[in-house]
């Protein structure tokens, strides 16, 4: 055969193996990704990884107070108020080191994982913007030295029980499933269910 002739076929040939090694090369690649990137094991791995997330938080201000109560005469002689001006955060998410292999099912590109239940993870004063507004005494009272220190406690459940009233559960369940939704999609799952139960907080009256 004429050595020209033959030029386009070896030229063809060249580029057909050319063609297959590619593709074979990504196909396998994409198959060792997907089996790693798939697996329970990877799943639960990231999970713990994380250990827990804050999904939401909540900034709340409150004015408390507390102290003696009593008849005028004994407030006069005797009494010791505080009205105190409580600035403080709520922050809700999800405790991740719960999760287990039952709480994973895969199916292919399929994955549901069911979370533990949102809870608040930490209340916190701020003490730069939390103050003591007023504060009375009577005559015959030195005042109690822990009586601050009494309304701050209560100054940080009320906090809390307003940020539950507030919905900060349902914002951290909602804000989880948009983020762990983007964390799994990026380890190749298509189809994505997170199950989220429901939670209520123990709100004190």
């Given at each position: 055969m004429n050595v020209r002739k033959a030029a386009p076929y070896v030229l063809i040939a060249f580029l057909l193996i050319a063609l297959t090694l590619i593709l074979w090369m990504v196909f396998f690649r994409n198959r060792i990704n997907t089996n790693i990137n798939l697996s329970r094991s990877a799943v639960i791995k990231e999970m713990q990884s994380l250990q827990r997330i804050e999904t939401?938080?909540?900034?709340?201000?409150?004015i408390i107070d507390g102290g003696t109560s009593g008849n005028a005469l004994k407030e006069f002689l005797f009494g010791d108020k505080i009205l105190l001006?409580?600035?403080?955060?709520?922050?809700?998410?999800?405790?991740?080191s719960q999760i287990s292999e039952k709480d994973i099912k895969i199916v292919k590109q399929s994955i549901t994982l069911t979370l533990p239940k949102p809870?608040?993870?930490?209340?916190?004063?701020?003490?730069?913007?939390?103050?003591?507004?007023?504060?009375?005494?009577?005559?015959?009272n030195p005042g109690d030295v822990n009586l601050e220190s009494t309304?701050?406690?209560?100054?940080?459940?009320?906090?809390?029980?307003?940020?539950?009233?507030?919905?900060?559960?349902?914002?951290?369940?909602?804000?989880?499933?948009?983020q762990l939704t983007s964390l799994l999609s990026a380890l190749g799952f298509i189809e994505i269910s997170i199950q989220i139960p429901n939670a209520t907080c123990v709100v004190n009256n």
């Amino acid at each position: 055969m004429n050595v020209r002739k033959a030029a386009p076929y070896v030229l063809i040939a060249f580029l057909l193996i050319a063609l297959t090694l590619i593709l074979w090369m990504v196909f396998f690649r994409n198959r060792i990704n997907t089996n790693i990137n798939l697996s329970r094991s990877a799943v639960i791995k990231e999970m713990q990884s994380l250990q827990r997330i804050e999904t939401a938080s909540f900034t709340v201000e409150k004015i408390i107070d507390g102290g003696t109560s009593g008849n005028a005469l004994k407030e006069f002689l005797f009494g010791d108020k505080i009205l105190l001006i409580a600035h403080g955060q709520s922050i809700a998410g999800f405790d991740l080191s719960q999760i287990s292999e039952k709480d994973i099912k895969i199916v292919k590109q399929s994955i549901t994982l069911t979370l533990p239940k949102p809870q608040i993870l930490v209340t916190t004063l701020d003490n730069t913007q939390t103050r003591v507004y007023d504060r009375t005494r009577g005559i015959l009272n030195p005042g109690d030295v822990n009586l601050e220190s009494t309304l701050r406690e209560a100054a940080q459940k009320s906090i809390e029980d307003a940020s539950c009233q507030g919905g900060i559960l349902t914002q951290a369940s909602d804000n989880a499933r948009k983020q762990l939704t983007s964390l799994l999609s990026a380890l190749g799952f298509i189809e994505i269910s997170i199950q989220i139960p429901n939670a209520t907080c123990v709100v004190n009256n």
